[in-house]
């Protein structure tokens, strides 16, 4: 069983800037994948970002690149989301996910909330334009 414990959010301006923590209970990253999802009112849930657990290798939605950037300290159990020059679509509630282990992402599959087993209870991102 993984406990995933996101913090971080709040109410910011536009343009303003965040850094979202995700805090795992046990050594998760260095086996699964890990993801960032986020759900604004009357929407489904959507991919942000993902870290892959061998190489690291990062991915974003399009409309995130470039202002977003995910990481993780394996030391800390904790993946992180640094969001810069933030816009008032970004507001929703933010969710950190954890993969099944040692999967591989397949094509776009990080894209999608089935390849994720373990969510955590997320965490409201407010901007306010």
């Known amino acids: 069983q993984v406990q995933l414990v996101e913090s971080g959010g709040g109410l910011v301006q536009a343009g303003g800037s965040l850094r979202l923590s995700c805090a795992a209970s046990?050594?998760?990253?260095?086996?699964?994948?890990m993801g960032w999802f986020r759900q604004a009112p009357g929407k489904e849930r959507e991919f942000v970002a993902a870290?892959?657990?061998?190489?690291?290798?990062?991915y974003y939605r399009g409309s995130v690149k470039g202002r977003f950037t995910m990481s993780r300290d394996s030391a800390k159990n904790t993946i992180y989301l640094v969001m810069n020059s933030l816009k008032s679509e970004d507001t929703a509630v933010y969710y950190c996910?954890?993969?099944?282990?040692?999967?591989?992402?397949?094509?776009?599959?990080?894209?999608?909330?089935?390849?994720?087993?373990?969510w955590g209870q997320g965490t409201q991102v407010t901007v306010s334009s």
């Open positions: 996910a954890a993969g099944r282990p040692k999967s591989l992402f397949v094509g776009d599959s990080y894209l999608s909330t089935g390849n994720y087993d373990y």
């Open positions: 870290i892959t657990w061998d190489t690291g290798s990062t």
């Open positions: 046990t050594s998760t990253f260095s086996s699964r994948n």
